[in-house]
Nanobody
Framework: QLQLVESGGGLVQPGGSLRLSCSAS????????IGWFRQAPGKEREGVSC????????NYADSVKGRFTISRDTAKNTVYLQMSSLKPKDSAVYYC??????????????????????WGQGTQVTVSS
C-alpha cells in the first residue's frame, strides 16, 4: 500500500493563495507520477492536475489552468500544488494519488490510471469571505 499524506489546506479569502503538500513516509514518491484531485460536497471527484515522475511533464484541468501550479521536490519526497487566485468554487477536499500510468491529460479529465491503494485522507480547502 502506498499511503500518501496531504497537508496545507485551510480557509482563505477569494483571490488568496494556498500551497498543498503531498508526502509519503514509507516509500519514494519520486518513483511515481502523482495526481491531485478534489471533491466538493454533493459533487463528483474531479481531476485537478498531475505531474510526471521526473517532474518534466504536467497537466491541468481547464478550470485551474493559469492559477494552479504543480511541482515536486525530490529531495523532500514531496509534491506541491500551489493555488493562487482562489475562487469559492475551488472549495473542496483535495487528495493526491499515485498514478499507474504516465501523467497525461486523460488522467485529469477522466480520473484514469490511479492507484486505488494510495489515496490519503485529503485536506480541506475552503475559499470564502
Amino acid at each position: 500500500q502506498l499511503q500518501l499524506v496531504e497537508s496545507g489546506g485551510g480557509l482563505v479569502q477569494p483571490g488568496g493563495s494556498l500551497r498543498l503538500s503531498c508526502s509519503a513516509s514509507e516509500f519514494t514518491l519520486n518513483d511515481y507520477a502523482i495526481g491531485w484531485f478534489r471533491q466538493a460536497p454533493g459533487k463528483e471527484r474531479e481531476g485537478v492536475s498531475c505531474i510526471s515522475d521526473s517532474g518534466g511533464s504536467t497537466n491541468y484541468a481547464d478550470s485551474v489552468k493559469g492559477r494552479f501550479t504543480i511541482s515536486r521536490d525530490t529531495a523532500k519526497n514531496t509534491v506541491y500544488l500551489q493555488m493562487s487566485s482562489l475562487k469559492p468554487k475551488d472549495s473542496a477536499v483535495y487528495y493526491c494519488v499515485a498514478l499507474k500510468v504516465a501523467c497525461r491529460r486523460a488522467v485529469v479529465l477522466y480520473s484514469v490510471g490511479l492507484r486505488a491503494d494510495s489515496w490519503g485522507q485529503g485536506t480541506q480547502v475552503t475559499v470564502s469571505s
